[in-house]
């Protein structure tokens, strides 16, 4: 298995609280990404990272940030969450060929806002 | 925005019996994907073809691509209940990958 951890793994918190989530990967690889999965609509990209403090914009992006400050971590950030932000986050890595190449996925983190 | 439709949705079938799988897709590839997710996992990735592959195989996996139909099937051989899990196709676009909604496989005993 790649080498990624996902961090909490399971969350349950307040609507309006900031949540923080953390990817670690010790695979060195370049692109790190963050997907969130709903029933009905399969996984959908929130951020992506092309390299430390280099990221951009997915599908879902609205209400989210992102930052790496390290190549080895990627953090997604929630910064007033909402019940719609209920969620499974994954986290997935590639190599240096970005989406031509396989992801890599993490187990998830299962966030709950009440 | 979704790329990738799979069909059916959801597949019982008994063990030792063959599993299909289809994908559609809307707009030009370079490759495809199919990744299995266990219940409770992450993705893992199973076979990637590109576009200008026709077939692929991966031991008891078999992936075909028609560019001209914008569709793909993923076959597994033999299933066993270890299959049982949910099986994503994934186009790309730009960077990212765009998945589909999955099928669903049970594989019984």
């Known amino acids: 298995d790649a080498g990624i951890t996902q961090s909490p793994r399971h969350k349950v918190t307040e609507t309006g609280t900031p949540v923080t989530l953390r990817c670690h990967q010790t695979?060195?690889?370049?692109?790190m990404y963050w997907y969130r999965q709903d029933p009905g609509h399969g996984l959908r990209l929130i951020h992506y990272s092309y390299g430390v403090k280099d990221t951009d914009k997915g599908e879902v992006s609205d209400g989210y940030s992102v930052s790496r400050s390290k190549t080895e971590d990627f953090l997604l950030t929630l910064e007033s969450a909402t019940s719609s932000q209920t969620s499974v986050y994954f986290c997935?890595?590639?190599?240096?060929?970005?989406?031509?190449?396989?992801?890599?996925f993490g187990d998830g983190t299962r966030l709950s806002i009440l | 925005s979704q790329q990738g439709e799979e069909d059916p949705q959801a597949l019982s079938i008994q063990e030792g019996e063959n599993a299909t799988m289809n994908c559609s897709y809307k707009?030009?590839?370079?490759?495809l994907q199919w990744y299995r997710q266990n219940s409770g996992r992450g993705l893992v990735h199973l076979i990637l073809?590109?576009?200008?592959?026709r077939e692929k195989h991966s031991g008891r996996l078999r992936v075909t691509l028609d560019t001209s139909k914008k569709s793909s099937s993923l076959l597994i051989t033999a299933s066993r209940a270890a299959d049982t899990a949910s099986y994503f196709c994934a186009t790309t676009a730009g960077t990212a990958l765009i998945f589909g909604k999955g099928t669903t496989l049970s594989v019984s005993s």
């Open positions: 073809i590109r576009s200008n592959e």
């Open positions: 997935a890595i590639s190599d240096d060929r970005g989406s031509n190449q396989p992801q890599h």
């Open positions: 707009t030009s590839i370079n490759n």
């Open positions: 695979e060195n690889h370049r692109y």
